[in-house]
């Protein structure tokens, strides 16, 4: 039996798990998974997929550590629990590592502190990553506990990219820059690049685009990022699901003046915005379905959408100078085949060349979607945030 490690995702009334395998190829599916859902209520939820079986279980769910004492038992009476498998390594995402991380790091009392110390930054987030932290040491105090950060991958950027024009001594007293977000996503793509090419990380730059419910670009020269469409938080950059991206800051003090409150228009921007605010539905399969029935909301959605990745990618072709390759990752970059399609065309006098079957071939793999003479090679790199969170952790297990 493998040594397998455990990745945790907690949010405020969910925790997602998965035990993985970290040897295994990354198109196979973990060894198990699921989720702890509506916790605090009493119908609280707890799916477990194993072995080829979807089990569900729904009862009252006092907090978190009832939530992940109920999944270990669940876990353990199907054969994949804390008692049946040899856990090794427990892995935690943890959205903000401000500036205080630049990579995962092994959890005790003084880094959960830090993490609680950024709070600020992240007062969604965090919070609920400290529960999921603090529960899990208890459960499991024998094994490693292993953080990693969104922000990791991004600590590093220069201050031009990282730094906004803002007053200097107000930036720095609310520790105001680009943070960035995803950048376990975009690490992990951007490193399979490179072997991917057949060349050296060092000469490697690319534009990673990390195309999910939650959207972001990445621009890497030699394995380092040096810019990213996320910022401070989340909300910045390419459209999304539910979130703007770039807006005119100035639309927030206008909505603010015309008597929403500020917690209307952080629901507006997160929530009901993006593709869901223009066209209604925010899941791109929906979203595709209607365009099918010439619905024009949906037309008008997904040219925006269009448009601001066509705008990033041009403008991170210019901050790298040469560029080698651009990734597409997660659900919608790994599946739509006109999103990729559409943001790359008319390209070639810029040195991208989709070839239109390669991008439209059904193939859940790393590959290649530019033709055989793209000076820039475009690829599809499935993403796996969380095999890449078990390698983390488990290089930290005895
Ligand atoms: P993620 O956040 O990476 O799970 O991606 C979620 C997004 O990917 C949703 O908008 C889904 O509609 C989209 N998505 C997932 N699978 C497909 C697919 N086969 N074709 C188009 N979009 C997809």
């Known amino acids: 039996m493998s040594r397998l490690a455990l990745v945790l995702n907690s949010g405020s009334s969910s925790v997602k798990f998965q035990l993985v395998d970290p040897d295994r190829d990354a198109t196979e599916p973990p060894y ?25 279980d729904v009862e009252p769910i006092a907090d978190h550590a009832d939530g992940l004492d109920k999944a270990f038992a669940l876990m353990d009476a199907h054969g994949c629990g804390p008692h049946s498998v040899d856990i090794a390594a427990v892995g935690h995402r943890v959205v903000h590592g401000g500036k ?20 600020p930054l992240a007062p969604l987030h965090n919070p609920a990553n400290i529960v999921g932290i ?32 803002l007053d200097a001594a107000v930036a720095a007293e609310h520790n105001i820059r680009r943070y960035g977000f995803h950048g376990t996503s975009h690490e992990y793509v951007s490193r399979q690049v490179p072997g991917l090419l057949g060349k050296p990380a060092a000469e490697v730059n690319q534009i990673t685009l990390h195309l999910g419910n939650g959207c972001s670009a990445a621009a890497v020269r030699g394995g380092q990022a040096v810019d990213t469409s996320m910022g401070l938080t989340p909300l910045a950059g390419l459209m999304m699901g539910t979130r703007t991206g770039d807006i005119d800051p100035g639309i927030i003090f206008h909505l603010y003046r015309q ?31 209607r365009m099918d029935n010439a619905d024009q909301d949906a037309w008008a959605a997904y040219q925006m959408y269009v448009h601001q990745l066509r705008r990033y990618i041009g403008s991170y072709m210019l901050i790298l100078g040469r560029l080698d390759a651009i990734a ?22 810029f040195g991208i060349r989709i070839d239109p079957e390669r991008n439209a071939a059904p193939n859940d793999g790393p590959r290649f979607i530019s033709t055989e003479d793209s000076a820039v090679k475009v690829l599809v790199v499935p993403t796996n945030e969380e095999l890449a969170i078990a390698r983390y952790a488990m290089a930290y297990a005895a």
Do not use: W
């Not at 005790?108 to 609680?116: A, F, K, L, N, Y």
């Not at 929530?271 to 929906?286: A, I, P, T």
């Not at 997660?330 to 790359?344: F, T």
């Open 259 to 289: 008597g929403l409150s500020i917690d209307e228009i952080d629901d507006l921007c997160n929530r009901r915005s993006g593709l869901k605010g223009v066209s209604g539905v925010n899941d791109f399969r929906v979203l595709q379905e």
């Open 328 to 349: 597409f990752t997660a659900g919608v970059g790994e599946n739509h085949v006109g999103i990729r399609r559409d943001s790359m065309a008319a390209l070639e006098n």
């Open 100 to 119: 205080l991380f630049s990579g995962p790091e092994l959890i005790d009392d003084q880094i959960v502190e830090m993490i609680r110390d950024l709070i």
């Open 32 to 56: 198990a998974s699921g989720l702890v859902e509506r916790i605090g209520e009493d119908n609280g939820t707890i799916v477990l997929k194993f072995d080829g079986e979807k089990i569900e």
């Open 134 to 165: 603090e529960v899990a040491r208890q459960l499991l105090p024998e094994v490693p506990h292993v953080a990693v950060f969104d922000t990791g991958f991004f600590h590093d950027m220069p201050p031009a990219a990282a730094l906004y024009p």
